[in-house]
Each structure stands twice: as C-alpha cells, then as structure tokens.
C-alpha cells in the first residue's frame, strides 16, 4: 500500500490554515498561565536512527558520510481546549548525513501529524506578576500519528517531553527529546525510528489559558471567591497594588494598610512588586527597621532612617526615642520604661527654681521637672514623698513653710500633667537637711532643692 506523496510546502499550508480557524473559533479565556490558548513551537534538535535503515558506510563509495546523524525541525501549533490538554498539529523535516540504498543523496525526512499535549505544570505565577519571566515554568509532553517521508511514505508517531522557561511574554526558551516511530518502509527495515534532542521556542499567540481570572490580578475567580475579594476588580482595597501582587507578598489585600501603622501598603512599597525595595518600608511589620520607633514616626522625621535601627535609640539606654522622657540618659545609667533613670530611694532635682521668697515654679524648671515626670511614669506603683528644702537665710519656721508650699506646687505641676495625687506626700524640712554650706552663693543655691523620696 502507497501513501500519498508528502509534500511540506503543502502541509505547512494545511496547518497555517487549521490554526487560523482555531483563532477564529477559540475564545480566550483569562488567567495567569505563561502558556495562551492558542501556542506556536519551533522545536529544533539533532539526533540519530535508533533502528538503521540508512546505508552503512561502503569504502566503494567515495564521498559518503561516516555519520549517520542528522537534524529535524518541527513547526506546530496548540489549541488548549481544556487547560492542560490541547489539541496540537505538527510538521517536521530535516535530513541525516548518510544515504539509503538507491538513494544517492543524503537522506532526508518530512513528517505531518496530529496529536496531544499536556502541559503536566503550567506556572500560574506566570508573566502578570514577573513580566521578564521565570524559570518556574512548564514541563510538557506530547504524542502525534500522521505521516512521514523516510525511506518512503510511512504512516507512525511520535513522542516528546520537554521543559520551557518563561523569557518575557510571550517567549518561552526550553529543551526537548523526541522519538519517532514509523511503519510500512519499501526500503529495508518496516520499522524505522530515531531519536532527537534539541532547543525548543514557544509563543503564546492568543489569550490565557486555564482558571477563569476575570480581573487579570493574577488570581482566579475561586481564589478571590476564597479569600472574599472581588473578581472583578483586580484590587480590591484601592491602594494601588494588584490583589495578586499582595497576595504573594503577604499584604493584607482587603485593607490598605496591612500592618495599620498608619502608612499605606502603596505608600511602602511605593513601586508596588511585592518585594521590599531600597528607600521603601515592609506594609507588614509597624517597625521595618525593629528599632522601636513606628515607620509613621519614623517617615515623618527627617532624621529618622526607618531602614536604620540605630536612630532609633539615641542615647543607647535601650528605649527608643519616641518613647523616652530623658533622651540624654548618662550611658549605662539604669533607667526605667521611659528611659529616665530607675527611682530608688532620693532623686535630687537639681535645677527646679522659683520665684524668690515664693512657691512660685520658674519657666526654666520645665525640663528638669519633665525628666522628673519621666522617672516617676516609670514607677507608676511607687508611693512618694516631695521633700522641699531652703538655705538658712531667714526666719526658719518662715523657711519651713516656704518649703512645703514649694513642695506642694511642684506635686500640683505633677498632677496637671496626669499623675496621680494619692501616691504623693508633701513636707517642707526648711534649712534642716542641708547638702552644702550656706557659706557660699553656690552652697545654698545647692540646699534650695526639690527632692523625690521612694517611701515603699
């Protein structure tokens, strides 16, 4: 039985024909594989018979290869009817270096042929969320029967596997093995087959195949129908970064600042890839630096580097700054939760003046009484004796008195600036407990004093 003559310049033409009637027919559906519905392949290899119908090398014959290895193309074509499976058309040819009996030129090979293909992992990831590729791509494998040309017309098959990386869409670069089988030659072997291996070239010609991805976020419709995000709209909580995108990275999708520091997710990942860039701050930690101070905080201050833990602290007494009352603790001082140094037993404020001869507190006090407040928010169960003290000059009960009226004012300033008055006690020792000599201006100013006393 005779084969019609293959003819490749009219089977190319057949098959240019059958796909541009899929394109017309195939409605393409929407989803982030890296293959489309419809997909080109130029498969390009180098290989040998496995079984030997080319004649063996005759020393009568000068001019006649040693090698009977040899190249093949294959151009074809896939329909994804149903995501993995797609409906393919083949047509090959090439040649090998030796020739067959009663052939005296090399031997050449042609094929047309129908078939399957099943893209076993098809990447989901795909181009929308890496747009330059990646090589997590899509193993395959295909079978065809149709006809070939090789030592006649032959009826057979053939069978791939190979695997293709994403390039940039719609390109996709891998390599391939192929074997081929034939059947029914009039020239020495019924069964002919070779092998093949080599560069393979695909292009997704039209659409997306596999889930249903009606927004192109790069997730499917179940997938949002999962996560209660809205199909249609590719982001959902309008912060400018696709649900895809914030799904991978660990963004919260539904909120637009997923970490709730007060920044939103576009607002950190300012180019919006997912990837925690220079210059930009983590949507899902307060603190990207670990430092202690928020990344609001940190934003907002200029001498903040929100990527630097080390501005964060300093004085270096392991409070961070926003929280810190005292920031020009004495390195290694012992401080408590508000950075200021630890109450224990008398705290001497050096520093709280008043109006002379008055109970009346100085505008100059203020800071000396802030890192006071500081000391005493870090002992907040302490109970607390406000001791006031003079130098001798003057009358010594007059003296006592104006000490426990300064006393009291300064418990009245601790009050107004939210302390409790219950854990305070106030008393006025006058110029009894002087520190030093009232001999000197210096000596006095010294014993005119404001003092914390830890009475538990």
């Known amino acids: 039985m005779r084969f019609l003559e293959f003819r490749p310049h009219t089977a190319a033409r057949v098959l240019a024909m059958i796909i541009g009637a899929m394109v017309v027919v195939g409605a393409p559906s929407s989803a982030s594989a890296e293959s489309g519905v419809i997909n080109l392949h130029l498969d390009v290899g180098f290989g040998a018979p496995l079984t030997d119908p080319i004649r063996p090398r005759s020393p009568k014959i000068i001019g006649e290869s040693n090698s009977a290895f040899g190249g093949v193309a294959w151009l074809s074509g896939d329909w994804q009817f149903s995501a993995p499976l797609a409906l393919e058309l083949i047509v090959g040819g090439g040649g090998f270096a030796r020739r067959m009996d009663q052939i005296d030129t090399g031997t050449s090979y042609g094929t047309v042929g129908i078939g399957l293909r099943w893209r076993i992992i098809d990447d989901e990831g795909g181009y929308l969320n890496l747009?330059?590729?990646?090589?997590?791509?899509?193993?395959?494998?295909s079978a065809h029967i149709g006809f070939h040309s090789f030592d006649s017309q032959q009826f057979g098959f053939d069978v791939a596997v190979g695997y293709e990386a994403s390039v940039f869409r719609p390109l996709?670069?891998?390599?391939?093995?192929?074997a081929v089988m034939t059947f029914g030659g009039e020239n020495q072997s019924s069964i002919d087959s070779f092998l093949v291996a080599g560069i393979s070239l695909s292009l997704d010609v039209m659409g997306e195949a596999g889930p249903a991805d009606s927004d192109g976020d790069g997730l499917t419709d179940q997938r949002e129908a999962e996560l209660g995000l809205d199909p249609n709209s590719p982001d959902s909580d309008r912060d400018g970064i696709p649900d895809g995108i914030e799904v991978d990275a660990g963004y919260d999708p539904l909120q637009r600042d997923s970490d709730s520091d007060?920044?939103?997710?576009?607002?950190?990942?300012?180019?919006g890839n997912g990837v925690l860039d220079a210059g930009e701050t983590d949507p899902t930690r307060g603190d990207t630096d670990g430092g202690g101070i928020p990344d609001l905080d940190e934003v907002r201050d200029p001498m903040q580097d929100p990527r630097d833990p080390a501005d964060d602290d300093g004085d270096g007494?392991?409070?961070a700054n926003n929280l810190d009352s005292c920031p020009n603790s004495s390195s290694g001082e012992q401080v408590g939760a508000t950075g200021c140094a630890a109450l224990s037993g008398t705290l001497q404020l050096e520093g709280v003046?008043?109006?002379?001869?008055?109970?009346?507190?100085l505008p100059?006090?203020?800071s000396t009484l802030n890192e006071a407040l500081g000391v005493l928010r870090g002992a907040p169960n302490a109970r607390v004796e406000i001791a006031g003290h003079t130098d001798d000059r003057g009358n010594a009960a007059n003296n006592r008195r104006l000490s426990q009226r300064r006393a009291e004012s300064v418990l009245e300033w601790l009050v107004e600036h939210g302390l409790g008055r219950d854990r305070f006690t106030t008393r006025g020792?006058?110029?009894?407990?002087?520190?030093?000599?009232?001999?000197t201006s210096e000596?006095?100013?010294?014993?005119r004093r404001i003092e914390f006393r830890r009475l538990d």
């Open 172 to 178: 996709q670069v891998g390599v391939f093995v192929r």
């Open 317 to 319: 007494d392991g409070v």
């Open 443 to 447: 000596g006095r100013q010294r014993n």
């Open 429 to 439: 020792y006058g110029p009894s407990e002087p520190i030093d000599t009232n001999d």
């Open 353 to 361: 003046e008043f109006a002379t001869g008055s109970a009346d507190i």
């Open 131 to 141: 747009p330059t590729g990646n090589f997590h791509g899509n193993l395959w494998a």
């Open 364 to 366: 100059s006090s203020e």
């Open 262 to 271: 007060g920044l939103n997710d576009n607002d950190e990942d300012e180019n």
